[in-house]
Structures are given as C-alpha cells and as structure tokens.
C-alpha cells in the first residue's frame, strides 16, 4: 500500500529555517492535493498549508508570509519551507495527500487519501 514519508524535521533557533519533504513510498501518478498539518504535545492538529493539483496555495493565517507549500511533479514530493521559525511553531508536522495511484485514476477522479508518519520540528534555543 503507498504511504506518505515525511523528512526534514530538526532542532532549530528561533528565526531559523527548515524544509520539509513529503514523498510517496510506492509508485504513484500524482498528487491531487497535499496539505501539511501540525500538532503540538496537548493540542489538537491543526491545518497548516494546502497546495492543489493546480497549484493554488491556502496557508492558515499563522505562518502565512513564513511558510511556503511547493511541490516538485517530477520528484511526486511536496515540500513545506519554514521561514521566521517560532517556538511555538514546535510540533509534529503531518502531510496528508489525496492520490492518484494511476492515469486512470485521475481521469475518474478516483483518488485515495493518505497521512504521513509525521517528522518532529523543535523551535529552541
């Protein structure tokens, strides 16, 4: 079964900088839509950022104007670039992605729903 893989958490400062790479494990045709969410220890998660099949991007008002939602189509991968990084921006960042697993699949607009492992961001000094 594809899974979603997520990479690029890390201990950071305040005011530094991290990228995350969201990747399927298996073969697919492509993202329809991809969207990173966060959960800080006692929170609930919460919606970061959305990127769509067509490339528009949302960003929740709490990192819009420091994150940036990307994607390579060539690569299959999604990528979060975190700028301006705060203390509370530390939590567990999770992507979730709708999938086309084939061309098929995109021309019925069939696709499959699927969440990361997550990868762990520390904002610390």
């Known amino acids: 079964q594809v899974q979603l893989v997520e990479s690029g958490g890390d201990l950071v400062q305040p005011g530094g900088s991290l990228r995350l790479s969201c990747s399927a494990s298996?073969?697919?045709?492509?993202?329809?839509?991809t969207g990173w969410y966060r959960q800080a220890q006692g929170k609930q998660r919460e919606w970061v950022a959305t990127?769509?099949?067509?490339?528009?991007?949302n960003y929740a008002d709490s990192v819009k104007g420091r994150f940036t939602i990307s994607r390579d189509n060539a690569k299959n991968t999604v990528y979060l670039q975190m700028n301006s990084l705060k203390p509370e921006d530390t939590a567990i960042y999770y992507c979730?992605?709708?999938?086309?697993?084939?061309?098929?699949?995109?021309?019925?607009?069939?696709?499959?729903?699927?969440w990361g492992q997550g990868t762990r961001v520390t904002v610390s000094s």
């Open positions: 298996g073969s697919i045709f492509s993202f329809k839509r």
């Open positions: 990127i769509t099949i067509e490339g528009s991007t």
């Open positions: 979730n992605a709708d999938l086309f697993l084939s061309y098929a699949d995109s021309v019925l607009n069939r696709f499959f729903e699927r």
